[in-house]
């Protein structure tokens, strides 16, 4: 019975930081880890996915600790593509997930999850989802690498993309619950709002959001085809009227 309490009590001690972050410091870490994820070594072809994204979940510090019993947890935003094409303020969430089994370690990751579809949007959107739970929801994972997980993520709802002590890898969300989380959100906007109403309604509004957006809309801004400019139609040449001549009067 000791024993179990003292894994309880080291998971909580774990977990404690994670989850009692103020809205403002999990979205200005949330930047932090966005710019983390972006600039390394696999950013340019996670940024193709993000380009073309509904919406995006961030979560900067995704704990998983064990000791007998395991848990996971920590807070994340979701950020929704505006009607013309910026990045809309975010709404705020907690992740948790627990767990039996013989294991033992402590690991921190950043996780991005782009979600490419208008289901996969919905589906975060309500007040629970859990990840493996809904099968009309198809779940991809970018890992190190990329480059040959792309084909398979093309028809995906949502990409799950991780980055762990400065390392890029697989993520295992499956049994990971992801919920609104309303009390924070009425602290950060001052109104009592669902995920719906700030990324879908554009309702509330913090100026501490801005910089994530910002940062979104450098590495996520719409993909726009290249295109080159036409050149003038040829002129057909002016041809001068003829020079009429008056015959000379005679005196």
């Known amino acids: 019975m000791k024993r179990l309490l003292f894994a309880a009590a080291f998971i909580a001690a774990f977990a404690a930081p994670a989850l009692a972050d103020t809205p403002q410091h999990l979205v200005d870490s949330s930047t932090l880890a966005l710019e983390d994820m972006m600039s390394g070594a696999q950013g340019g072809q996670v940024q193709q996915f993000l380009r073309k994204a509904r ?33 809309s303020n975010p709404a705020l969430y907690s992740m948790g997930a627990g767990s039996i089994g013989l294991q033992a370690g402590i690991q921190t990751a950043e996780v991005m999850m782009i979600i490419m579809t208008n289901g996969g949007l919905n589906a975060l959107l309500n007040s629970q989802f859990k990840f493996g739970a809904d099968a009309g929801v198809t779940f991809a994972t970018l890992g190190a690498g990329v480059s040959g997980a792309m084909s398979t993520a093309l028809d995906a709802d949502i990409i799950g993309f991780s980055k762990t002590q400065g390392l890029y890898g697989g993520v295992s969300l499956s049994g990971s619950v992801l919920s609104n989380n309303a009390e924070a959100e009425q602290e950060y906007y001052g109104q009592q709002l669902d995920a719906r109403q700030i990324v879908i309604d554009g309702q509330g509004n913090n100026p501490g959001a801005n910089p994530l957006r910002m940062t979104l809309q450098k590495y996520g801004g719409p993909a726009t085809p290249a295109t080159s400019p036409v050149p003038p139609e040829p002129q057909p040449p002016t041809q001068s009227a003829p020079i009429q001549q008056t015959p000379l009067q005679q005196p």
Not at 62 to 70: L, T
């Open 55 to 87: 919406a995006v979940v961030i979560c900067p510090n995704v704990f998983r600790a064990g000791f007998i019993f395991g848990g996971e947890g920590g807070g994340c935003v979701m950020s929704a593509r505006t009607a013309g094409g910026g990045w």
